[in-house]
């Protein structure tokens, strides 16, 4: 309830109520502060009340550009997470946090799917939602209404593309790269993403213990990944240092020279993720269970493991007799 009393010759009204932090305010007038401590009360009953602070009146768009300054900026996904945000702020930007209604981020999801894909869209949504809940969690951001939701867009089936070792031999056949062609195969056999082959160093390559250590992975987690007898010999095949980059190539240039590749052995509808896809695929082929893979893959959710995986169907009629 609204509490009114005198100060310095003027009437100060405070308003307490659970949930939301002490609004205090002064007015030369007493009727001015029952108004005022009224009108606080009432919208507070409505759960329709913002405050006055700060933090309670920050914008979509400031909110995003504290969440990527103290908390993005210390992931992997930093990056991403930046032109993410930019295509948030472009469209709902100028929105209050506590004002912005589920029905306008349904329709910014409807605007987006025009342009991007609906994963896309996802990560966009994603991204909003993890911004809301520091905000509310920890910044002391009062959301009367609660965080605003919408339903995340149906996502396509994951590709079932299978890369046959013949396919990786024509790949490696057609590229002028010695790298990219070490590149490729381990790609396939370890599962590794292209981001973490390009990251790995020496120094954290052991082939007595047939494993490699990765101290900076796409989801902000180490892990170490294990050697098949294949990768060792082609970690072998290269002129191993006490310390350093294996490899020299920029992604963008592995991308590019691999597209080369593709081109070449013509093999139009093969992307370098497949790579992946195959290696994860394998593993499942080979008996481990969907812990062991994780480990190895880090993939976090069985579902991002049920997408990427398709097992070979004379594999599976072979288990079942």
Known sequence: MATISQYRGKWKVQVRKEGY????????????????????????NRQAFAGSTTTQTMTIQEMLDRYLREDSSKKA???????????????????????????????????????????????????????????????????????????RPSLPRGRDRRVTP???????ANTQSCELKIIIQLAVETGMRRSELLRMRWEHVSLTRCSVYLPHT???????????SRAVHLLESMNAAESGPLFNLALDSVTQAFKRAVKRAGLGDLRFHDLRHEATSRLFERGLNVIEVARITGHKTLSMLDRYTHLDVQHLIKKLG
């Open 21 to 44: 932090p002490t609004q205090t305010r002064t007015f030369s007038l007493r009727a001015d502060a029952i108004a005022w401590g009224n009108e606080v009360e009432a919208q507070m």
């Open 77 to 151: 996904s930093y990056k991403t997470d930046i032109s993410r945000a930019k295509a948030l702020g472009n469209a709902l930007g100028e929105f209050r946090v506590h004002t912005l209604p589920s029905t306008r981020i349904a329709q910014y999801k409807a605007d987006r799917l025009f342009y991007v894909s609906p994963q896309s869209v996802t990560h966009e949504l994603n991204l909003l939602h993890r911004a809301y809940v520091i905000a509310a969690n920890e910044w002391g951001i009062v959301l009367p209404n609660g965080i605003p939701r919408t339903k």
């Open 166 to 172: 013949n396919e990786v031999g024509q790949l490696v």
């Open 218 to 228: 796409k989801t902000g987690k180490p892990r170490t990944v294990p050697l098949s």
